[in-house]
């Protein structure tokens, strides 16, 4: 009897989603896209997606025992165990199964990802064989990726690499090989959670934001078929057969038909102009839409590819190879794209003429389309800039009439920050700031190397692999009854060279009294702090955001490593009331505290933004005087702690005006700070000022030491 298959949802019964199911389906029809990048929220069918894919695509012919999944039709992609065949390869070594779908951990190496020597073959026969890596298996199949953006760029880029060249090159320990690596690259991400970088981005053909909001009928649904999926897979399964099998066909139809689409001048002009309008950099946006195109024409089962067909693969191809400004949001223009595309009809599509004969029907075409959403985003536009100015006045006299809420200003253009511990030491925390080697027994293992006296960390693989080639040497010099089944030698000895990113903590404490909001220096400070943001997206420096005001501190945003939501915090941030100085340092000193026991390697950066005008102190004053004199003591010895805890920081002095005490300098010299007045901020300065403090941490101190 034969044996069911393992059970998977239904890839036509999943409810809405469906620019994701089309990017996917359009990838199962035609490989060369490039793959896809689902970017979305937790639980909106990402993972489920993908794996139904796999069960709905038909299956394929390989040559039995072959583990690069060869198809016996194609001569001339055989890899060279099939090619050594000389030919004679025939039905009896065909067999077929289902399109692979191999998952890749975020913690693959790089052997087990592209493929090393084998060393069991090595030990046994003393020959180099070749042992393939995932990219290997997935050959005609499916590679996903879940959380995509948390992989080592150093394998993104080799993945994407094998699958826009549609082959994979190894040159490593005296092997080279090459073999096909034709597969559907998918991945999964959520951007909470960082994002990738642009270079990598633009190598996915397509990407798809993933709506998470359903109406209350399509949470209905889903919730009904999950439960009844998850009580009988099977018969789930056959429900969705018919509907399974439909979808099938339609894929190998569109497949067959697809060589025979064609894309005239006109539209390959239209997709070139499209690209250049979006400003896409470099060329690929402009193949990935042809080819989008020409293959959604084909799922249509059309051999012309229309203006329909480029607008869809525009909203696909371009989404995230548009140009944006940091920290907004992928989001396609669409004005632009409508105004192309009707202008583009007008000129070339067979209608037009007719249309343009009557003046009421090109008036109401006119009217029905540009006009509908222009009132109404007139309507919505009108309201917006009268509600703020009538509603600000309610909403700031409620509880602390002081209370303001400033844009953030324009952001600087800031220069890399470098950060190279001195130490050497492996440091766990998440970033892209530096890279330490180091002895230890935590890291990422990289390469092995010879020892320089004991070895601390063994690298087992590495001191098979320098064994094996000298075992039948050794085996038949050494004696018969030794029983030894691997001879090693002191010289075969290597151990681990492991590689640690180090990540940075900056933690931004912001003054966001009363006096901040005096001339809109608010606007300036979030405009500073917005600066450094953008190179902590560019490093994946974990950020946190502190604000003081009133009476007490705020953790605005708890370390985090998506400084989209920093951006977000940022501009909700209030200004108003006193300030409570003191309060901003000890909450600074908390979170460090908190995050060096969760990582005691962690690099912290304290970033104060102040005029220095203390008058509000806090509870625990009772050593000092009372009044604003007590708070200013208060803020003085609390900066002192930050000193003897050794925390590099930096105090950006806010203040303002022709009068200037003259009060932010001292807290400073008391956090042994570097100094730099807002008047003098710079981006160049700034960068400078950041960089040369990091790496003044040697060690982690205790934050409170006794006194």
Known sequence: MAQRIEPRFPFTAIVAQTTMKRA??????????GGVLVRGKKGTAKSTAVRSLAALLPEVAVVQGCPYNCEPENRQGLCQRCDASDGSLGDSLTVTRQVPIVDLPVGATEDRLVGSLDIEQAIKTGTRVFEPGLIASTHRGILYIDEVNLLNDHLVDILLDAAAMGRNYVEREGISITHQAQFILVGTMNPEEGDLRPQLLDRFGLAVEVDGSFSPEERQEVV??????EADPYAFMDGWLQSEEAERARILRSQALLPQVHVGEEILKLITSICAEYEVDGMRGDIVMYKTASTIAAYEDRTQVTAEDVREAAFLALLHRQRRQPFQQPNLVTEQLDSMIEEFQNQNHPREPEVSSGGDDDQSEGDSDPPDPDP???DRESPEPDEPDESDPPTGPGSQPEDQLFEVG??????????QPPDRRARRASGKRSTTITDSSSGRYVRARQPQGKAKDLALDATLRAAAQHQENRRAGAAKDSGAGVLVEPWD?????RESKAGSLVLFVVDASGSMGA???????????LSLLLDAYQRRDRVGLISFRGTAADLRLPPTNSVDLAQVHLQEMPTGGRTPLSAGLFKALEVIETERIKDRDVLPLVVLLSDGRANAATAATSGFSSGVAGAAEEAIATAGIIRAGRIPSVVVDTEDGYIKLGLAQPIAEAMGAHYVKLEEL????????VRLQLPSTVGNPPLFPEV
């Open 24 to 33: 996917l389906l359009l990838n199962a029809v035609n490989p060369k896209i």
């Open 224 to 229: 009904r078929r999950r439960i009844k999926y």
């Open 376 to 378: 109404e985003l007139d």
């Open 410 to 419: 324009t952001p600087f253009s800031v220069r890399s920050l470098s950060l």
């Open 493 to 497: 000895i290597r151990e681990k060279v």
């Open 519 to 529: 001339q809109r220096r608010m606007v300036a400070v979030k405009g500073a702090i």
């Open 682 to 689: 710079r981006a160049e300065s700034l960068a400078d000022t």
